[in-house]
């Protein structure tokens, strides 16, 4: 009884303390939050967690039916702010055996730099090699979005410092997406396969992002 009594104070004192939370997107994650209890996901899932790219992909479980898929996608949210509040409450808790990562491209939109990115990733990859040793983990390359075209170069500087730091890691995997959304024959991004913003992939984008990764979810 006593032991039960001390759980439920930790457990009070820790949703008390969750709703005071003010960082970005804060409502998305107290949402999930209440998803969680109504319903929590099974260890050894498969997470997917990012920005608007994820959250869009508002059919990816069902692409991915046979899988126990989690996804977790966060507003426009950028690389930092997963690393700095998000992993505890939609990350660490799902205890994932995979973990597919896709953010980045806004951090670059708000004027970050490559080195950046590829510094806010290494935090994040060191925090789940510490609390998730046997996950993968794998990293979505950020996509050249017709709508951001000045900021293409960074986008491939980050894409590049990332798979470099990959390369020789354990359980860990660069995900080139970059080639797959190109028009055929060139560099640029095919701009029939966005939404009108030019910014999210529609269907048919996602349908090329969904045959790169399946044998990864697999």
Known sequence: MKVKLILFFLLLAFTRSF???DFPFANEIRAFKHQDSLSFPKPDGILFIGSSSIRKWTDLEQRFSNEPI????VGGCELWQIVDYYTPYILFPYHPRKIFIYAGENDIAAGKSATFIADEFTKLYLMIR???PMAEIYFMSIKPSPSRVRYFTEVYKA????KAYLSNKPKAHYIDLVDAIDKPGTTAPDSSLFQGDYLHLNSK???KWQKVLQPYVN
């Open 205 to 207: 984008g996602y349908d």
């Open 130 to 132: 510490e609390k998730l």
């Open 19 to 21: 709703a005071q939370q």
């Open 70 to 73: 989690i996804r977790r996608g």
């Open 159 to 162: 894409n590049a410092l990332v």
